[in-house]
């Protein structure tokens, strides 16, 4: 199945073709809006025999697909699914697993908001819950970068100084159902990008048996994370060869955080995700109007790009870091770990925490 190098695609679209492309062994899914139409259209592509050997399997919850998905990149396979919401909560007890087991699998996470009250649109909320899950988080902005962005995953969270499960973001409706001009790859390009998938210590190489899941107590357990933590904090030279690497594929660039007339700005809006197009038109009517304001797009959440941003932010008078997810009792999650990297650098100017958009609400210039 050869694609075109221009077509039209909904940011769901463009995760699942970069899915297929990838040759995953297993695809473990339960459907939840507005993350559906990712997994539906790969179960197609298995239909349809667009798909090079991998299963398509369909289970009977959240909980079950990243079940099965530990157990299928445990036994030595290239495994991948999607998620939004209360499917994302039903899934945070096994994403730890996965994470714990050093298991690369890629997770499309099509972000929506948590209940109650119930609302299929899109907020942060779930990306949010998995921030301390020890998944890489990589957001995506418009369809052309869920395209990218799940191509990058594959490649970083398999590299052998990684070996971490990557999650890639994107608004739900606000990306996932919004129609834009794409610029795939072909397949040949696409999966050469990637490369073969490496196995490492797989469970059913009975000739050398491993464990997965152990349980280790006071005496091991710390060790365990320190280990991980430190694979998530190493990861990042690996994000920036595979952003590199994609770069002189494509022409397309991609970094930690995409600033936006920030070299001479007295104030900075931190942001990430769908609202970071109107943000850059917010910027542009600021400055026509005399206002010295730049914008911050955060790309990678974690591992956090702490020294990207200071740097970013030490010559502003002020920054405003908005947050697409309710408090609960306290500050942002991101103005927190902004506020960190400030007071860290000894940048000591005012930062404003700004909620914004819950609920899919609509966010304009205007606001």
């Not at 399997?57 to 099965?68: I, K, N, P, T």
């Not at 036994?75 to 994302?88: C, D, K, L, N, P």
Request: with cysteine.
């Amino acid at each position: 199945m050869e694609l075109e190098t221009r077509t039209v695609w909904d940011g769901n679209t463009a995760a699942s073709q970069a899915m297929r492309q990838a040759q995953i062994d297993v695809v473990a899914a339960y459907p939840i809006t507005p993350s559906t139409p990712i997994v539906q259209n790969y179960s197609q592509y298995a239909a349809d025999g667009d798909i090079n050997g991998g299963e398509f399997v369909m289970v009977e919850s959240e909980h079950a697909a990243m079940s099965a998905c530990v157990g299928a990149a445990a036994a030595g396979g290239r495994v991948a699914t999607a998620t939004s919401s209360q499917g994302f909560a039903l899934m945070v007890e096994v994403l730890y697993q996965a994470s714990g087991m050093r298991l690369p699998i890629v997770l499309n996470v099509v972000n929506r908001a948590l209940a109650s009250p119930l609302n299929i649109h899109g907020d942060h909320s779930d990306m949010y819950l998995g921030l301390l899950s020890g998944w890489l988080n990589i957001c995506a902005y418009n369809p052309q970068e869920a395209y990218d962005m799940n191509l990058c995953a594959f490649k970083i969270g398999e590299d052998l100084n990684v070996r971490l499960p990557v999650m890639v973001h994107q608004d739900g409706f606000l990306t996932s159902h919004t129609v834009e001009v794409v610029h795939p790859l072909d397949d040949d390009t696409a999966y050469k990008f990637i490369g073969d998938y490496k196995f490492v210590k797989p469970m059913l190489d009975a000739a050398n048996p491993v464990t997965y899941g152990a349980q280790t107590e006071e005496e091991w357990h710390f060790e365990h994370k320190a280990n991980q933590n430190a694979a998530i904090m190493n990861a990042g030279s690996v994000i920036e060869k595979v952003f590199a690497e994609f770069e002189k594929l494509t022409g397309r660039k991609y970094k930690f955080i995409e600033t936006y007339m920030t070299d001479d700005a007295d104030e900075i809006i931190v942001i990430m995700g769908s609202a970071v197009g109107t943000t850059k038109l917010t910027v542009d009517k600021l400055r026509k109007e005399g206002k010295k304001v730049g914008l911050v797009a955060i790309r990678v959440l974690r591992p956090f790009p702490k020294d990207l941003l200071a740097s970013a932010l030490k010559n502003a008078k002020s920054v405003a870091v908005l947050d697409r997810n309710c408090p609960m009792g306290t500050t942002g999650v991101v103005f927190n770990d902004v506020c960190s990297v400030m007071l860290d650098n000894g940048i000591n100017i005012p930062v404003l925490n700004y909620t914004y958009g819950l609920g899919g609400r609509d966010t304009t210039v205007a606001h």
